[in-house]
C-alpha cells in the first residue's frame, strides 16, 4: 500500500531553519506531484508548497522566498527547506501526493486534489 512518511520537525527559534523530507513508497513515485500542507487547531488544512513530476514548483504566498520544495525521483522522497522561521510557522506539516504524468507541470494546490497523505510533523517555531 502506499505509505508517505515525513520527518524533519521539531522546535527551532525564530530566524531559524529546518528540513523536512517525505519518504513514499508503494507507488510510482516518478508520476505523483508532491505537495506540502500545514495545519494548526480549528483551522483548515493549507499549502505550502507543491512540485510536479517534472520539477515545477509553486508556493504559497506567505513561505514565497523562505521555503524551498525539491524532490529526488531516485530515492523517492520529497524535501521542504524552510528558513527564516516564523513563530506563525508552527503547525503539523503534511506531505502529499497527486497523480499526474510523468514529467508534467501539473502541481495542485488544493488538498482536494491530492490522493494520499502521511501522518505529519510537528514543526515549532519560538520567538
Known amino acids: 500500500q502506499v505509505q508517505l512518511v515525513e520527518s524533519g520537525g521539531g522546535l527551532v527559534q525564530a530566524g531559524g531553519s529546518l528540513r523536512l523530507s517525505c519518504a513514499a513508497s508503494?507507488?510510482?513515485?516518478?508520476?505523483?506531484?508532491m505537495g506540502w500542507f500545514r495545519q494548526v487547531p480549528g483551522k483548515e488544512r493549507e499549502f505550502v508548497a507543491a512540485i510536479s513530476s517534472g520539477g515545477t514548483p509553486a508556493y504559497a504566498d506567505s513561505v514565497k522566498g523562505r521555503f524551498t520544495i525539491s524532490r529526488d525521483n531516485a530515492k523517492n522522497t520529497v524535501y521542504l527547506q524552510m528558513n527564516s522561521l516564523k513563530p506563525e510557522d508552527t503547525a503539523v506539516y503534511y506531505c502529499?501526493?497527486?497523480?499526474?504524468?510523468?514529467?508534467?507541470?501539473?502541481?495542485?494546490?488544493?488538498?482536494?486534489?491530492?490522493?494520499?497523505w502521511g501522518q505529519g510533523t510537528q514543526v515549532t517555531v519560538s520567538s
Open positions: 502529499a501526493a497527486a497523480l499526474g504524468y510523468s514529467g508534467s507541470y501539473y502541481r495542485p494546490i488544493s488538498r482536494h486534489q491530492y490522493d494520499y
Open positions: 508503494g507507488l510510482t513515485f516518478s508520476n505523483y506531484a
